[in-house]
């Protein structure tokens, strides 16, 4: 439930501003209302949604100025994880970054917008267990699917897909390799890329 309901916020099947609730998510998903209610508990403390009293869940706004300040914090959290995880990852899940590195790739070589968003999450979840920092935890779960859903609404105008996808795939590499300055390196160069992307749709009026 939890999974799903991103994905439907992210992919804007969502749209910000709709009123939701837990039977009519039940219903769509078939999954029962108690895990829909923990979901969009979760999810409302990760800002994605908010629980408004006699007014139901609402998905929340996308905000320029507010994703710039995410971006902020995003950039300093982000290296300090892909050092960490370069340096403390085991074996298993440096293959495993390996691997996800030539998903990024093949997405970027297909244009799989899908595919992209699905092997971004697995690869930041995958970030945050190798570092074994369960603090980086807490916040970076909050902080992707508002980057992803903001993704999502502008890359067709304001981005690109298969840039983004080979800079991810470049911060897994270095990770798989166990470069914990290349690792930054590449981290700082997928930020830089996700800011000026973030500043165009401005530009572009978005």
Request: charged share 30%.
């Amino acid at each position: 439930a939890y999974t799903a309901l991103e994905e439907m916020i992210v992919r804007l099947e969502l749209a910000p501003g709709t009123a939701v609730s837990e039977g009519m998510l039940s219903k769509r998903l078939g999954i029962g209302r108690t895990p829909i209610r923990e979901a969009l508990q979760r999810r409302a403390r990760e800002l994605l949604v908010q629980i408004l009293p006699r007014r139901g869940v609402i998905v929340s706004d996308i905000n320029v100025k507010a994703q710039l300040r995410l971006l902020e914090v995003r950039r300093e959290l982000e290296r300090l994880v892909a050092s960490t995880a370069a340096r403390r990852s085991s074996a298993e899940e440096r293959e495993q970054f390996a691997e996800l590195a030539r998903r990024f790739e093949r997405a970027a070589e297909m244009g799989d917008d899908v595919a992209f968003l699905r092997i971004d999450r697995k690869f930041h979840e995958l970030c945050v267990a190798a570092s074994r920092n369960e603090f980086a935890l807490s916040m970076m779960s909050g902080l992707q699917p508002l980057s992803r859903r903001f993704w999502y609404q502008h890359y067709q105008q304001a981005g690109d897909m298969p840039v983004s996808a080979k800079l991810h795939a470049a911060v897994a590499q270095a990770i798989s390799a166990g470069d914990e300055q290349a690792a930054a390196h590449a981290n700082d160069a997928l930020i830089d890329d996700i800011e000026a992307f973030t500043r165009a749709t401005v530009s572009a009026g978005l």
